[in-house]
């Protein structure tokens, strides 16, 4: 287990970073001579506009993962593959975090705050809000995203991702483990 002066270092790192960012980036563009509030509001319409393109492709993920969690593959997939994250030290709760996570920020949430709330200070509750802050919802993007530019070579894109992902979920679970861990 690390010393109580490296938790505390990490937790004022946390603590601190969005605000100095936002500042930072905020005196950056004024220094710059950028009209912060302008470009603010320009970027929101742009993205109002970017939300009506992709709203089919939204509905069609949607329920896309409503069907993969109500027809039980889910679960299966958990009760499968369990030994095997247990032998890696990742706790068999934190596997339907992993699972969703590229499938549904929104589930991969409620599964994360499920968790949480039974033991918010437990370390598969760490290691489960680790992970949900570690990856990305790859396939959910690839099928927004590049759906609706109409890219259908997505292999290589989608590999890295998942790579990513994988890599993100293993790390959540050995710095915690370290950082954490009993």
Known sequence: MMGAGF?????QISVLTVPLLFFFLVGLAMLRRVKVYESFIEGGKEGFNIFLQILPYIVAILVAIGMFRVSGALDFLVELLGPYTTAIGMPPETLPVALMRPLSGSGALGVMSDLVKQDPDSLTSR???TMFGSTDTTLYIIALYFGSVRIRKIRHAMLAGLVADLAGVLSAVWICQLVFGA
């Open 127 to 129: 290691i489960a809000s």
């Open 7 to 11: 938790k505390l270092v990490v937790e």
